[in-house]
């Protein structure tokens, strides 16, 4: 097992470089509109480009994952996305730096589906969810660390430097993965074996599937927010300065923390109440967590409660997220990246909604602090439906 652990250790070095570059444009943002002279609703299209591409290349980028393995698409993903981050860089037109985050996301789909892929090959059932709290705490690290070095990077060399400084490091990551990752481990690939067989028709006519496509659109509505309009959000709608952003870290950092003890819990949870349970109230509680806490943001006007209050809202979207990636794996089987893939597919579409939706709100109400409204509302539906998902009667496991 010590290969297994040496290869999630490669997969939480790359979630944390998927989340320095995916939220670094978030922090660049302010600075970027300024500099394209792009307003609320552009700049909401700019998230939304990105979504709709990651979102359309999801189901087959898992799909290859199942049928040529992760070293190779891993590696293809990595370099892809590595290259966009530069080019984001380079864009000096608002049409320009729609095209690249298209394709940027169009290349950097597929990234969590084949994680899953490595993940179902080499841990067994009931390791998968700390697995997955591991792999998703450490996206959230980089979603931390985005701000800490993006900001200083900016200030002394402007928002492009960070987009190339970023995406350098994805290249030598691919390198390395692509040398000493293997696919096929001896006696753990039987592990994920009960759905070698399942067929697209089997899948689409799960009930569980979409009930974790719809509940994965709700919750990442408002995920989407953090990565896209968070520090626009502070500095644009509630006043910080660019040096106070630097709180913008403690979200992810509850989240990373959250990921974990969500990953634990659901594992914990299964030796003792089983897998229905341990999904269904994992998953249900994160979600009241975050409608509670994301409905409540405008009564805070200080700098820090403000701050504290979304930090423990995106801790309860993360705390269930990897009970979600865990559920897929029980739905697909052997398809399990093309479960992911499907899942992630309707997720993006919550967040290309998310984005577009942000900024039109916005202009209509004048008020950074209205589109909040809608994502307690999706959170509140999104609790509704994890109600209903149970893989006990899933007829891959039985």
């Given at each position: 097992?010590?290969?297994s652990?040496f290869?999630l250790f490669l997969l939480c070095?790359?979630?944390?470089?998927l989340?320095?570059?995916r939220?670094?444009?978030?922090?660049?943002?302010?600075?970027?509109?300024?500099?394209?002279?792009i307003?609320?609703?552009?700049?909401?299209?700019v998230?939304?480009?990105f979504t709709?591409g990651y979102?359309l290349?999801?189901?087959?980028?898992?799909?290859w994952?199942?049928?040529l393995?992760a070293?190779?698409?891993l590696?293809?993903?990595?370099?892809?996305?590595s290259?966009?981050?530069?080019?984001?860089?380079l864009?000096?037109?608002y049409?320009?730096l729609?095209?690249v985050?298209?394709l940027f996301?169009?290349?950097?789909?597929g990234?969590?589906?084949?994680?899953?892929?490595?993940i179902?090959?080499?841990?067994?059932?009931?390791?998968?969810?700390r697995?997955?709290?591991?792999?998703?705490?450490?996206?959230?690290l980089?979603g931390?660390?985005s701000?800490?070095?993006?900001v200083p990077?900016?200030?002394?060399?402007?928002?492009?430097?960070?987009?190339?400084?970023?995406?350098?490091?994805?290249?030598?990551?691919?390198?390395?993965?692509?040398?000493?990752?293997?696919?096929?481990?001896?006696?753990?690939a039987?592990?994920?074996?009960h759905?070698?067989?399942?067929?697209?028709?089997?899948?689409?006519?799960?009930?569980n599937?979409?009930?974790?496509?719809?509940?994965?659109?709700?919750?990442v509505?408002?995920?989407?927010?953090?990565?896209t309009?968070?520090?626009?959000?502070?500095?644009?709608?509630?006043?910080f300065?660019?040096?106070?952003?630097m709180l913008s870290?403690?979200?992810f950092v509850?989240?990373a923390?959250?990921?974990?003890?969500?990953?634990l819990?659901?594992d914990?949870?299964?030796?003792?109440?089983?897998?229905k349970?341990?999904?269904?109230g994992?998953?249900?509680?994160?979600?009241?967590i975050?409608?509670v806490?994301?409905?409540s943001?405008?009564?805070?006007?200080?700098?820090l409660?403000l701050?504290l209050c979304?930090?423990?809202?995106?801790?309860?979207l993360?705390?269930?997220?990897?009970?979600?990636?865990?559920?897929?794996?029980?739905?697909?089987?052997r398809r399990?990246?093309?479960?992911?893939?499907?899942?992630?597919?309707?997720?993006q579409?919550?967040?290309?909604?998310?984005?577009?939706?942000?900024?039109?709100?916005?202009?209509?109400?004048?008020s950074?602090?209205?589109p909040?409204?809608?994502?307690?509302?999706l959170?509140?539906?999104?609790?509704?439906?994890?109600?209903?998902?149970?893989?006990?009667?899933?007829n891959?496991?039985?």
């Amino acid at each position: 097992m010590k290969r297994s652990y040496f290869y999630l250790f490669l997969l939480c070095f790359l979630a944390i470089i998927l989340y320095l570059d995916r939220v670094c444009i978030s922090v660049a943002g302010p600075r970027m509109q300024d500099a394209l002279h792009i307003g609320p609703v552009a700049w909401g299209w700019v998230g939304t480009l990105f979504t709709l591409g990651y979102g359309l290349f999801e189901i087959p980028s898992g799909h290859w994952g199942d049928t040529l393995g992760a070293r190779r698409v891993l590696t293809r993903i990595v370099i892809w996305w590595s290259a966009f981050t530069v080019l984001t860089g380079l864009v000096s037109s608002y049409p320009v730096l729609l095209a690249v985050r298209f394709l940027f996301g169009a290349g950097e789909a597929g990234a969590f589906p084949n994680a899953g892929v490595a993940i179902s090959n080499w841990f067994p059932l009931e390791k998968r969810g700390r697995a997955f709290g591991l792999f998703t705490m450490c996206s959230q690290l980089g979603g931390a660390l985005s701000p800490l070095l993006a900001v200083p990077i900016q200030q002394a060399y402007g928002w492009r430097m960070s987009f190339y400084v970023f995406g350098s490091i994805g290249v030598f990551w691919a390198a390395y993965w692509f040398w000493k990752f293997r696919d096929s481990p001896e006696g753990v690939a039987a592990a994920g074996s009960h759905g070698m067989h399942l067929s697209w028709g089997t899948l689409l006519t799960n009930s569980n599937v979409w009930y974790v496509m719809a509940l994965a659109f709700c919750y990442v509505y408002t995920l989407g927010f953090f990565q896209t309009w968070l520090h626009t959000y502070l500095e644009k709608g509630r006043g910080f300065s660019e040096q106070s952003l630097m709180l913008s870290s403690l979200p992810f950092v509850f989240a990373a923390a959250a990921n974990l003890l969500g990953g634990l819990a659901c594992d914990w949870l299964a030796k003792r109440v089983g897998l229905k349970w341990s999904r269904r109230g994992v998953g249900i509680a994160g979600l009241l967590i975050s409608a509670v806490f994301m409905g409540s943001a405008f009564l805070f006007t200080s700098q820090l409660p403000l701050i504290l209050c979304l930090s423990m809202g995106y801790a309860g979207l993360t705390f269930q997220q990897p009970v979600v990636f865990t559920t897929c794996l029980d739905i697909g089987g052997r398809r399990g990246g093309a479960m992911l893939g499907l899942m992630n597919t309707a997720a993006q579409a919550g967040a290309a909604v998310s984005s577009a939706a942000f900024g039109y709100i916005v202009k209509a109400t004048g008020s950074y602090d209205a589109p909040m409204i809608p994502m307690a509302v999706l959170l509140a539906l999104g609790m509704v439906l994890w109600g209903r998902v149970d893989v006990s009667k899933n007829n891959i496991l039985n």
